[in-house]
């Protein structure tokens, strides 16, 4: 299993969608995944329930210990087999105490847990963040997200000195325009990355009304309609490139993984 920590200590970074985009991927390549949510405000969680799946909110289902933890989401994988919902469950749960019981008991049946925490440094982003295989920090191309990067990775660099170990990220531009002209500010920030060494991918989350139709519409990018959504090819393009990625960066096996049934 590999867990992917998407983090940013800025709201509005488009952290949320980035997840929402992978997971998509994932699910489309036939992988199991749990989407771990860490945000108060329930946007995944949100976005789920409209779509009719079972989720997991802690407030009614709290798990004690990761066996437990392995068979809430076992049943919520069940349950939405019937609705052909079965290779993606939506965990909520904002406190920290049981982070590590919900990650270690998605072992079990996941192929990836992708965990979205609050657009602020707390605990559950720093635990998370000592186990993740990947750290993703989204940024639209602003001079105020781009200095949020820098915190952020302060942070993680933190975390890696408590725990003895590196934690491993990649930095993602999103919300940038999907035309061929850059822009100044764009411009700037790559090179101030490139400068201080900090790993951008090679990948960028453009501005699409297909990210902003997946809550609008509580699809998965395969999912929406080209009927209702402007430039979706080019949108499916870019999040297909996306998990290439993504899945190249973590590493050949867990490539491999989304081909399990």
């Given at each position: 299993m590999a867990l992917v920590l998407f983090a940013n200590t800025k709201g509005g970074s488009g952290k949320t969608t980035a997840a929402l985009v992978l997971a998509g991927e994932l699910v489309k390549h036939r992988a199991k995944v749990v989407l771990l949510e860490g945000d108060p405000n329930r946007p995944l969680m949100n976005w789920a329930t409209a779509?009719?799946?079972?989720?997991i909110e802690t407030s009614r289902s709290r798990a004690?210990?990761?066996?437990?933890?392995?068979?809430?989401i076992d049943q919520a994988a069940d349950e939405n087999a019937g609705a052909g919902e079965g290779k993606l469950v939506v965990v909520h749960d904002d406190h920290q105490d049981g982070v590590f019981d919900w990650i270690e008991g998605a072992g079990s049946?996941?192929?990836?847990?992708?965990?979205?925490?609050e657009g602020s440094p707390n605990e559950w982003l720093t635990d998370v963040a000592s186990q993740a295989d990947l750290v993703i920090i989204p940024f639209a191309p602003s001079a105020l997200d781009a200095k949020?990067?820098?915190r952020t990775v302060q942070v993680l660099n933190r975390v890696s000195k408590r725990s003895g170990k590196p934690v491993p990220y990649r930095i993602l531009l999103t919300r940038a325009g999907a035309?061929?002209?850059?822009?100044?500010d764009e411009r700037e920030?790559?090179?101030?990355?490139?400068?201080?060494?900090?790993?951008l991918m090679e990948t960028t989350l453009h501005e699409r009304p297909a990210y902003?139709?997946?809550?609008k519409l509580d699809k998965t990018v395969d999912e929406l309609p080209s009927a209702a959504v402007n430039g979706l090819d080019a949108a499916r393009r870019n999040a297909a490139g996306y998990l290439a990625e993504v899945l190249q960066t973590l590493n050949p096996s867990p490539a491999k993984k989304t081909e399990a049934a």
């Open positions: 779509r009719g799946m079972s989720v004690k210990t990761p066996v437990e933890a392995a068979q809430l049946w996941a192929h990836f847990v992708i965990a979205d925490p949020q990067v820098s035309g061929a002209v850059m822009t100044r920030i790559r090179q101030s990355l490139a400068e201080h060494g900090l790993p902003r139709g997946l809550f």
